[in-house]
């Protein structure tokens, strides 16, 4: 993927990723704010994407095991990647965008606790885990598919002179330069698309996310890898698995 974005670049096509957050003007005016030093230094990052359990569909016995597994295949990690990888690497991308930087590395826990039967496939449906960036910064990441639990999807970063807090549609910094978003909110998933078509057109700004979008994916590999293994991968392990 690594090779294919910057075979792109060279070629000026445009790519964009699906990561809608990048294309959503709370963030990018938060984000701005954020690398201006209205908080300070970024030093901690807590992310989250807890919510409750989701579709299933049940297998029969017309269709072949790999067809069933692929109706389902948010519960597969051969499909899916599991969901830290499908689902919080939205949050895991936006703790990259802050730091603006990869981790170094990663360790924490994970497990099937609810989703225990064989209809939802071989996946975790939780994962904590704390990623360390360089400079001793570091970002608590927590996710869980779980039915009966209460929701949490936003990401906060704290700095050594205030607290940024995110989410969808919302941005709000505390601390000295405290801060609302109260601008114009658009559809980011329409949004994203925008943008990719007027980068195509050369009317706006090119966008080739390939590279960024491999970055968070992996970080999120990781940590996926952290949690099944119990050990702790740093970024060189994870490039360097043949997995």
Known sequence: VLEAAAAATKKKLSVVAGTQRRHEQCYLEAMKRIHGGDIGDPVAGRCYWNMGGLWNVAPTED????????RNWLYYTWLSGDHIVEQHVHNLDVMNWAFQHTPEKVFGVGGRQARTD???GHIFDHFGLEYVYPDDRFAMSMCRQQTGTDGKVEEIITGTNGLARLSSGRAVISGPNAWRFKGKQAN???QEHIDLQAS???DGPYLNEGQRIAESTLTAIMGREAA????????????????
């Open 228 to 243: 099944y293994t119990g050990k702790v991968i740093t970024w060189e392990d994870a490039m360097n698995n043949p997995q």
């Open 118 to 120: 064989e209809d939802f």
């Open 63 to 70: 269709r072949t095991d790999t067809e069933n597994q692929i």
């Open 188 to 190: 980011p998933y329409v």
């Open 200 to 202: 195509i057109r050369g």
